[in-house]
């Protein structure tokens, strides 16, 4: 989508608004034609044709006019919402002090911009915002230059401190950002033992063990970040919980959670549920998904359609443990929700958990017919190669129990070439044993009553591990299991 759409559509009811008493400020008595397009974008949504667009505001089929409309319109747009959010965030409202001062500084109204620098550098050391800081104390070693009153020495020593602090938190970030893009690409389905894990937890270490940074709180919600982030790749939920309890304690105790922090927060709360749940405490995940919601409400709702969907995501995992039924209407009450229609993994949790949690009561052609609309979905191509290829092995089990045996074959032969680097896989080694079963006993009709067959099942169930539990969509042992049980029980 274009640049300009996704300004538009992004809008609320207030800025839209507010932009529109933004752009009147201009008197003009012939149509505005930047009115007229911001409308149209907004009337036609995500079906915005902008050649017809361009035909209807300039006739005679010039683009160049067309396209400076469009950047004055974007200009217009970016300047209506700093206006309106100049003080909304408080990041936002310190770079917004430091703007100032450097235009009083091109201004050569030095004492001015002496007063802004001075508002910034309070505002900034309150977020222990430490990028900033360090172009604040460059702006006023420069202004030292022009002023008397300002002494170098101060804010150079001031830099040089700030310096090794931000060092500190940028190693941290990069490691950070290396590890969160891993997990994000993989759908955590990545190897246990990674390198880039190993240098983040050495890290940790040592600036945990930093008598100097020990009391930065920025530096306590880095080392949370990155904890975590190494506890989630491990898979290691007991002790991720056991953290999460005494850290989200501690900052609480010691007030340390802000506006501007809120997100870290609501992140901590999700964190927590979900390792509640994976540690099978589902009355006190429930319990902190309540506590999630409550937060969510903070701040004027600062964050809130941002975390809704994990808020609902904390419901329906539980519920489908304690309460199938509950977690089916959740999702069902979820399919028609507007607001998360706009999240982008929104779909597949959606169509995905109703055609698993079908699967898992039996209901084989509910399930194949959720499975069908989240392929038929526009944005089930966005979705990463390992969860369709394992969406792929779901769609076999279901056609196995719906006896579409006809299909199967085709369908087999269809997943070993459509996911060749998936099928070659190590991390999938588990899933292509699964397929060479299916088809040694439901294709070559190998009997599973066969000693050599039961030996392959036990073989197979051998190889779970947490790690591949967190990786199937459904558990892959308790079918094959009761398919055993089948064959040996009946006559």
Not at 86 to 103: C, G, K, P, S, T
Not at 392 to 421: N, P, S
Request: charge should be negative; aromatic fraction near 10%; glycine fraction near 2%.
């Amino acid at each position: 989508m274009d640049t300009l759409n996704q300004m538009v559509l992004g809008l609320n009811k207030e800025e839209i608004r507010f932009y529109k008493i933004y752009s009147s400020r201009i008197a003009s008595n012939q149509p505005r034609k930047d009115i007229e397009l911001f409308d149209l974008i907004r009337k036609e949504s995500e079906q915005f044709d902008e050649d017809a667009a361009c035909l209807k505001l300039y006739p005679d089929g010039n683009k160049n006019p067309y396209y400076r409309l469009k950047n004055r319109l974007k200009s217009d747009l970016s300047k209506s919402l700093m206006v309106q959010h100049f003080e909304d965030e408080d990041v936002a409202q310190a770079i917004n002090l430091y703007n100032l001062a450097r235009h009083y500084i091109s201004r050569n109204l030095f004492p001015l911009a002496e007063y802004f620098l001075g508002k910034a550098e309070k505002r900034a050391l309150s977020l222990e915002n430490l990028e900033l800081l360090d172009l604040i104390y460059t702006e006023f070693i420069r202004l030292s230059q022009e002023m008397l009153s300002i002494n170098p020495e101060t804010y150079i020593l001031k830099r040089q401190e700030n310096e090794l602090r931000l060092k500190s938190i940028r190693q941290i970030d990069d490691i950070l950002a290396t590890v969160k893009y891993k997990l994000k690409i993989t759908q955590n389905f990545s190897p246990v033992d990674n390198p880039v894990v190993d240098m983040l937890q050495e890290t940790v270490q040592r600036l945990t063990d930093s008598k100097e940074l020990k009391g930065s709180s920025a530096l306590r919600f880095k080392i949370y970040q990155a904890v975590s982030q190494i506890l989630l790749q491990q898979h290691d939920y007991p002790n991720l919980e056991d953290y999460l309890r005494v850290t989200y304690a501690e900052f609480e105790q010691e007030k340390l959670f802000t506006k501007s922090n809120h997100q870290t927060k609501l992140q901590m709360l999700t964190y927590m549920v979900n390792a509640l749940f994976k540690n099978n405490n589902l009355e006190e995940s429930l319990q902190w998904a309540e506590k999630l919601k409550v937060a969510m409400d903070e701040f004027d709702r600062l964050h809130y359609d941002r975390f809704l969907f994990f808020y609902y995501n904390s419901l329906v995992i539980n519920y489908s443990k304690v309460d199938m039924e509950k977690a089916i209407s959740t999702l069902l009450e979820l399919e028609h929700n507007e607001k998360l229609k706009k999240t982008p993994f929104y779909i597949v949790f959606v169509y995905l958990n109703l055609s698993i949690f079908h699967f898992d009561m039996g209901n084989y052609r509910e399930a194949i017919k959720r499975l069908n609309q989240l392929y038929h979905h526009e944005r089930f191509g966005n979705t990463a190669e390992p969860l369709k290829f394992r969406i792929a092995i779901l769609e076999v089990l279901i056609r196995l129990e719906l006896g579409d045996t006809d299909f199967l074959e085709y369908r087999i032969k269809q997943i070993r070439k459509d996911f060749t680097d998936q099928v070659e896989d190590q991390e999938n080694v588990r899933e292509l044993m699964l397929l060479n079963l299916i088809s040694d006993m439901f294709l070559k009709g190998v009997s599973l009553r066969s000693e050599e067959m039961k030996d392959r099942i036990k073989l197979f169930t051998k190889t779970a591990t947490p790690h591949s539990a967190d990786a199937e969509l459904v558990n892959y042992n308790g079918w094959l299991e009761r398919k055993l049980t089948r064959a040996q029980t009946s006559p």
